[in-house]
């Protein structure tokens, strides 16, 4: 019901950027759900990376990409946005977007409707 479509992965350096892009279709998705951003490196487990609410007043961020990622959404271009600055090799993981009407939902990684993925990639 909901197609979310990932990009803006790649090959970076220590201490560069990129910016992910998570584009939303489907005649069921709304302007009003939140959406966020997870990750899942090899032999780890999934972890939540960030997140917004339909207003895109209210972000959220996990401990270990605070003050270096910025999570943002055009809600025109039914888009969220994952930047990341100051890249370190511990990011390097397949990052994947995420949208439910419910943050909270969200947040516990409980979503209705996920992306394929992205891969980030960080040498040192």
């Known amino acids: 019901q909901v197609q979310l479509v990932e990009s803006g992965g790649g090959l970076v350096h220590a201490g560069g950027s990129l910016r992910l892009s998570c584009a939303a279709s489907?005649?069921?998705?709304?302007?009003?759900?939140?959406m966020a951003w997870f990750r899942q490196a090899p032999g780890k487990e999934r972890e939540f990376v960030a997140a917004?609410?339909?207003?895109?007043?209210?972000?959220y961020y996990a401990d270990s990409v605070k003050g270096r990622f910025t999570i943002s959404r055009n809600n025109a271009k039914n888009t969220v946005f994952l930047q990341m600055n100051s890249l370190k090799p511990e990011d390097t993981a397949l990052y994947y977007c995420?949208?439910?009407?419910?943050?909270?939902?969200?947040?516990?990684?409980?979503?209705?409707?996920w992306g394929q993925g992205t891969q980030v990639s960080v040498s040192t």
């Open positions: 917004n609410s339909e207003s895109g007043v209210n972000t």
């Open positions: 489907g005649r069921t998705f709304s302007r009003y759900y939140g």
């Open positions: 995420a949208t439910d009407q419910s943050l909270s939902t969200l947040r516990r990684g409980e979503a209705a409707y």
